[in-house]
C-alpha cells in the first residue's frame, strides 16, 4: 500500500512569514501533483511536478520533487490570509488512481 | 468557477432514506471518480469510471451505488446509511490518455462535494 506522509499536520502563522510543508513517501511516483482545498469546495489543482529534482514555481509557491520522486516539498514565501487552505499532495505511480496524503491546514492570519 | 459541478451541496437524511448525489463534469473529460472525505483522514477513492465503464470499486459497501450513463455525468445512489457515513463526497474528473500515450498524470479536477449528514 502507498502511504504519503504530510507534515506538519497544522499550521498557523502571521501574515509575511515564510513556511514549509512536506510531502514523504517510500515509494517512488511518476509523478506528484500539489492541491489547495477551501473550506467547503473541493481540491484545487495548482501544480504537477514530473521529474526528480524538478522545481517549479507559481508566484510566491515553490515546488519541488525529490530527486528520487519519493517525496515533496511547498514553500510559500511572504504568506498572506489568502493562502488559507488545506494543502494536499497526490502520488500517481502510472495508473488511474491518485494517492493522497491527509494534508496540511494552513491559517494565515492578518 | 469550476468545470464539475455536484448537487446537492448539503444533504441530510436519516437512515432509511434513498437519495441520490449527481455530478457533472463540463471539460470533455473520460474519466469520473467519486471519493469520500472525512476528517482527519486521507481522501478514499470510492469509484472509478472510464469512458463510462466503472474500473475500479474500493471495497465500499453495498449501500452505494454509483451509476455513470455517459461520459459527462456521474451518480451515487445511497440507501439505508450508517452515521459514520456522513462525510463531504467529492467528485472529480480526468483526461485519461488512450493506449500508448505517454505518462499518465491524472490530473484531476474537483467539483465542490456534497456534505452529507446521516442522522
Known amino acids: 500500500t502507498q502511504l504519503l506522509e504530510q507534515s506538519p499536520q497544522f499550521l498557523s502563522i502571521q501574515e509575511g512569514e515564510n513556511l514549509t510543508v512536506y510531502c514523504n513517501s517510500s515509494?517512488?511516483?511518476?509523478?506528484l501533483q500539489w492541491y489547495r482545498q477551501e473550506p467547503g469546495e473541493g481540491p484545487v489543482l495548482l501544480v504537477t511536478v514530473v521529474t526528480g529534482g524538478e522545481v517549479k514555481k507559481l508566484k510566491r509557491l515553490t515546488f519541488q520533487f525529490g530527486d528520487a520522486r519519493k517525496d515533496s516539498s511547498l514553500h510559500i514565501t511572504a504568506a498572506q490570509p489568502g493562502d488559507t487552505g488545506l494543502y494536499l499532495c497526490?502520488?500517481?505511480?502510472?495508473?488511474?488512481?491518485?494517492?493522497f496524503g491527509k494534508g496540511t491546514m494552513l491559517l494565515v492570519s492578518p | 468557477e469550476t468545470g464539475v459541478t455536484q448537487t446537492p451541496r448539503h444533504l441530510v437524511m436519516g437512515m432509511t432514506n434513498k437519495k441520490s448525489l449527481k455530478c457533472e463534469q463540463h471539460?470533455?473529460?473520460?474519466?469520473m471518480y467519486w471519493y469520500k472525505q472525512s476528517a482527519k483522514k486521507p481522501l478514499e477513492l470510492m469509484f472509478v469510471?472510464?469512458?463510462?465503464?466503472?474500473?475500479e470499486n474500493n471495497s465500499v459497501p453495498s449501500r452505494f451505488s454509483p451509476e455513470c450513463p455517459n461520459s459527462s455525468h456521474l451518480f451515487l445512489h445511497l440507501h439505508t446509511l450508517q452515521p459514520e457515513d456522513s462525510a463531504l463526497y467529492l467528485c472529480?474528473?480526468?483526461?485519461?490518455?488512450?493506449?500508448?500515450?505517454?505518462?499518465?498524470?491524472?490530473?484531476?479536477?474537483f467539483g465542490p462535494g456534497t456534505r452529507l449528514t446521516v442522522l
Open positions: 469510471y472510464n469512458f463510462k465503464e466503472q474500473t
Open positions: 515509494s517512488v511516483f511518476s509523478s
Open positions: 497526490a502520488g500517481n505511480s502510472g495508473y488511474s488512481t491518485l494517492t
Open positions: 472529480a474528473s480526468s483526461q485519461e490518455k488512450v493506449g500508448s500515450g505517454g505518462p499518465v498524470h491524472n490530473e484531476q479536477f
Open positions: 471539460l470533455g473529460h473520460n474519466a
